[in-house]
Structure formats: C-alpha cells, structure tokens
C-alpha cells in the first residue's frame, strides 16, 4: 500500500471503515470527488481550527491548504500527506512535493499521511482511511503527543463522519 511505502513507520496511528453497499467504482469516485461541507461535523470542527473559509470543501481545497498528493491508485488508495508543527495554533505547515515529504526530517517537525483505500466484496466495498504521524526529533515527539491526547479524539470524529458522507452519496448514487 501507498502509506506503507511513504510512512512505514510512525508514532501515532488511527483507523476507521465503514461497509458501502456501492460498486468499488462508485466510492472511489465519490471519494476522489469528495465535498467535506456534507460532513457537517467535520466542517464545523475544521472551521474551529480555521482550517475552513470556502463554501465547498473539497480536495482541491485541503491540497490548498499544504496537503500533498502522494500516490493514488484508481479504486484502491488516495493518500494525502501534510508535514506541520501541528501542536502549534499556525500549525507550521511546510509545502512540499511528494519527494520532498519522502525526505523530510528537519528537527522540531511531524509528517503525517491521510489515506483512504478501498477492497472490493460481492455485495459491498470497505472503504477505510488510516492517519499516521511520525515526529521528527524527541522534543517535537513529546509536543505532539501531548496535543493529540486533546485533539485525537476528535481527529477520530472527522474520519468517522468523513467516511460516512462517503458512504450516503455512494450509495444514493449506485
């Protein structure tokens, strides 16, 4: 898988599915044209951290605000990349490419990956998301960890209230 080979190893991990009675073609393009202002759990929460002023809140505008584009393979993974001082009210966001993220490893940072990944059953597919985080350096460890026993709880909301505005418009839409 895509996050394997661009994050093998973390500090933090998180993991979330939902069953979608649709076609594997089907969520996948849901997914890849994903409008997060359905999920209007998870706009609120982004909105709280002023992550969130457009009216639409898609991918384009997570690729706007330092997301990075790893690696997508066609009904079966998007992963999305962000490297950050998170624990900070900026967030400390660095731009990056792909090969960049891959390198990365100043001091006093952390890189995480976003994915969503597809399996294809006969009458459902699965579609999961899993979020990795890997610090840079001890000090930017500890920072983080003390953030995310705040802020982990609701990450896990917004990938659980993500998936199932996947799963309603991929199964209004078979």
Known sequence: MLI??????FDVREHHSVKV??????????MSDLDL?????SMFLFRLR????????????????????LGNEPNEELLLGLVGRFWTPSGGIRRLDAEGFRSFD???YARAVWNFSLTEHTAYTTLETETRVQCTDDSSRKR????????GRFSGLI??????SI????????
């Open 21 to 30: 009675k649709a076609p594997v073609d089907q969520v996948y393009r849901t």
């Open 144 to 151: 983080f960890l003390r953030y995310w026993r705040i802020v």
């Open 50 to 69: 002023g992550m969130c002023g457009a009216p639409a809140f898609n991918l384009d505008e997570l690729l706007k605000m330092g997301f990075i584009r």
């Open 167 to 174: 799963k309603r418009s991929a199964e209004k839409h078979r």
């Open 4 to 9: 394997d080979d661009f994050l093998p190893k």
């Open 37 to 41: 202002s359905h999920a209007r759990l």
């Open 159 to 164: 990938r659980r209230d993500i998936l199932s």
């Open 106 to 108: 100043e001091p006093g």
